[in-house]
């Protein structure tokens, strides 16, 4: 079946340091999602990429779909401790729009 | 404030009882999902449910149950059943999009179980 791979598993930084989290699914994807989770709490949506090579910012953070759609980026630059949290990636499975594969996700913690 | 509503925030029970988890929205949206979170792992789909008296199972649904009576409510019951039911539970919610893409998720505060 269709799988999310993200790299890394963790990440601690110092702050002002850039950050880049790397989605990989195992299929071709018609979207994928990003969600942050900061520490107990619960997952909140980030972003949506739906066309091919997208790229979208939002403030520090740069989102990015492969050309293959494929694969995916997040990339937070000169991160703060307000980053801090869990950054998921998540892919449709099997053509429907209910049921996303999320990635194990990208543990960041930054060093004020 | 529109929004997703889990409780309990936190439940304990012995082994071999059911406990039900409740999850109410008042966004107005059609489906509603339970996911299950264990530490380091990603968010794992238990069911969902399109619209109302409708669900469908999704990755990891043995041993448990819901029920979709209305629109708001989508319960979810851990039987006995479910080998391994200590986790983080998180409710969601998705305005169905149809063709324009993968629904978007609203997750509830969550529900953390422990069974002792």
């Known amino acids: 079946g269709q799988q999310v791979m993200q790299i890394p598993q963790y990440q601690h930084v110092q702050e002002g340091e850039d950050f880049t989290t790397y989605c990989n699914s195992s299929?071709?994807?018609?979207?994928i999602q990003w969600y942050k989770q900061r520490p107990g709490g619960h997952p909140v949506f980030l972003i949506q990429?739906?066309?091919?090579?997208e790229v979208k910012k939002q403030k520090r953070l740069t989102f990015q779909f492969g050309e293959a759609k494929k694969n995916s980026s997040l990339h937070i630059t000169a991160t703060q401790t307000t980053d801090v949290g869990t950054y998921f990636c998540?892919?449709?499975?099997?053509?429907?729009?209910?049921?996303?594969?999320f990635g194990k996700g990208t543990l960041l913690t930054v060093n004020p | 404030d529109g929004g997703i509503t889990q409780s309990p925030k936190y439940l304990f029970r012995k082994e071999g009882q059911n406990v039900t988890l409740s999850c109410e929205q008042n966004?107005?949206?059609?489906?509603m999902y339970w996911y299950r979170q264990d530490p380091g792992q990603g968010l794992r789909l238990i069911y969902y449910?399109?619209?109302?008296?409708?669900?469908q199972k999704g990755d990891i649904a043995e041993g448990y149950s819901v029920s979709r009576e209305k629109k708001e409510s989508f319960p979810l019951t851990v039987t006995s059943a479910q080998k391994n039911p200590t986790a983080f539970y998180l409710c969601?919610?998705?305005?169905?999009?149809?063709?324009?893409?993968?629904?978007?998720?609203?997750f509830g505060a969550g529900s953390r179980l422990t069974v002792l």
């Open positions: 299929t071709t994807l018609s979207n």
């Open positions: 990429l739906v066309k091919s090579g």
């Open positions: 969601a919610s998705s305005m169905d999009r149809g063709a324009s893409g993968a629904n978007v998720l609203t």
């Open positions: 966004l107005n949206h059609d489906a």
């Open positions: 998540a892919g449709p499975r099997g053509g429907s729009n209910y049921k996303l594969t």
């Open positions: 449910s399109q619209i109302v008296n409708d669900f």
